[in-house]
């Protein structure tokens, strides 16, 4: 490969960076490598929850379900949780929605986020 194109399989690639495929997490010089978006291809085992609940969020985010059942959790201010359940479900996000989310079923889901802010990510679920 060279750094104007890059061929991947999602699921593969996705074990490296937590799913993130494209995003600030890539080296420059990478054609993943981008300040303006992350992707993530993110597999859940039914029960796999977040960490801790993202707060003081400074991007936007659409999650898209690809398979299962995955639920969102947001604050009832911002129209409450948002239960996906069929394939192509998906919500969208701003800046300031606090939210977490929990797999109810093994579920696959696509999020892309903007912009890409590097020191913004979830700690790793191996960390104590």
Known sequence: MNNRVYKGNAGKDALDDQGWLLGHFKPPGDIRHSTDVEIKWGVHPRGD??????????????????SGTFR?????????????????????????????????????????????????????????
């Not at 993202?54 to 936007?60: I, S």
């Not at 911002?78 to 069929?86: N, P, R, S, Y």
């Not at 989310?101 to 104590?128: C, F, H, M, N």
């Open 72 to 128: 969102v959790l947001l604050h009832e201010e911002d129209g409450g949780d948002a239960l996906l359940e069929e394939p192509g479900d998906y919500v969208v996000w701003g800046r300031g929605v606090d939210h977490s989310w929990i797999a109810e079923q093994e579920s696959v889901v696509l999020t892309v986020r903007w912009p890409s802010i590097p020191g913004y990510k979830a700690p790793d679920r191996s960390t104590p």
């Open 49 to 66: 929850q977040r960490t801790q609940w993202v707060t003081g969020e400074e991007r936007e985010c659409l999650l898209v379900l690809v």
